[in-house]
């Protein structure tokens, strides 16, 4: 077998599976590495995390893949940069004003470790954080170790024990991650950051580390409110979801970036990030229009499509659950000819059992048609 047939035998072609393996010769947390093959792992979890950000961006608003990723951890010593995502100024990194978001090229600093062994302040990594300290796990991402006891991860920020700085954590995750075979230790012993203000100084892990827990929930409900970003204007209703997804449309030139619109970005939270359990909506939506895909006598496809009253905000593949407030008639059942006024819930896989008074109706068609 010629070595490109071998290669792309290890590869994976979506980007469902990440490599990560601190202990390879090959790893690379270059921008160039897309860390989609075994044989050329990211050398940290970090820089596969922003990775599945890209990887889950497909062209369009509210249709960008959700839950498809897994992060494969190799058996190894992995560090967290997991400072807030602020400067020494106390302003989050944002994707506008001076020391802000840059987007990603071969020159960027990635190197969460020095060649002495030493924390390297200077990483960009650390940038995309929550403001609140700890690496966002995008969109359900899962992460996979090989062996509970041998894959290890270390953090790099443990707040000062007796200063008057705010608790912390390593990883802040989405609705749907999945979370297996690895294990939390101490800081390294080299030193760790005590003050997200003074990067500049590293402290042995020797104090306590109860300022600090493994997981928390990233924000994609609460605004940042006075929190100013880079650019020195207050973030406000700006959640940490979506200055995240800000940040890694800047990052990438190939996703567009409008951070002067939050409403008008392509890269957005989904809905399922940051609602763990319950309904999806405050409240339900109203369909006033039901197509079904008629393709022939006694032939339909298993997807149609809802009008609702009012902005449903759902992406694809959000599961629904419907309900019949009426009774509906055969003109309630339109082909799809027809232009469509409102927002629509597009190419949902809901099986037409699911509207027991529309099953009827469809068969009932099916047989006049005959």
């Known amino acids: 077998m010629a070595l ?25 947390d270059s921008f160039e590495n897309r860390g989609n093959s075994p044989n050329r792992p990211f050398k940290t979890i970090q820089r596969a995390l922003l990775e599945a950000a890209r990887f889950s961006y497909r062209s369009g608003q509210y249709n960008d893949a959700f839950g498809s990723f897994s992060i494969v951890l190799y058996p190894g010593d992995y560090v967290i940069d997991n400072r807030p995502g602020k400067n020494i100024s106390g302003q989050a990194y944002a994707p506008q004003g001076t020391g802000g978001i840059a987007e990603l090229s ?30 966002i796990v995008p969109r359900g991402t899962s992460i996979i170790g090989m062996d509970l006891r041998k894959t290890k991860l270390r953090p790099l920020y443990v707040p000062d024990p007796e200063a008057a700085i705010d608790p912390s954590a390593i990883f802040r995750v989405t609705g749907g991650c999945y979370f297996w075979q690895f294990s939390f230790f101490d800081g390294i012993t080299s030193g760790v950051y005590k003050d997200p203000v003074v990067p500049s100084t590293t402290n042995p892990p020797t104090y306590s580390h109860h300022k600090l827990t493994c997981f928390e929930y990233a924000d994609g409900r609460n605004g940042l409110g006075t929190l100013t970003g880079t650019d020195g204007i207050a973030l406000g209703l700006t959640t940490d979801l979506d200055l995240y997804y800000q940040k890694i449309a800047k990052a990438w030139q190939d996703i567009p970036d409008t951070t002067s619109n939050i409403a008008s970005d392509e890269l957005q939270p989904r809905v399922e990030e940051n609602r763990i359990v319950g309904p999806n909506t405050s409240r339900p939506k109203t369909i006033i229009k039901v197509e079904t895909d008629f393709v022939n006598t006694n032939v339909f496809t298993t997807t149609a499509q809802v009008e609702t009253q009012e902005p449903h905000g759902f992406s694809v593949g959000t599961p629904v659950l419907m309900e019949v407030l ?44 005959t």
């Open 106 to 135: 071969s020159s960027s600093d990635m190197d969460l470790i020095d060649a002495s062994g030493n924390v390297n302040p200077n990483n960009i990594l650390h940038q995309f954080n929550s403001v609140n300290g700890g690496v």
């Open 326 to 369: 009426q009774e509906l008639t055969h003109q309630d059942l339109m082909v799809p000819s027809l232009s469509l006024r409102y927002q629509l819930i597009r190419h949902l896989d809901i099986l037409l059992r699911i509207l027991t008074q529309v099953h009827h109706l469809v068969t009932q068609l099916q047989l006049e048609l």
């Open 4 to 28: 490109t047939r071998l290669k792309n035998v290890f590869t994976s072609k979506t980007g469902r599976c990440l490599y990560v393996n601190s202990d390879d010769f090959d790893a690379s």
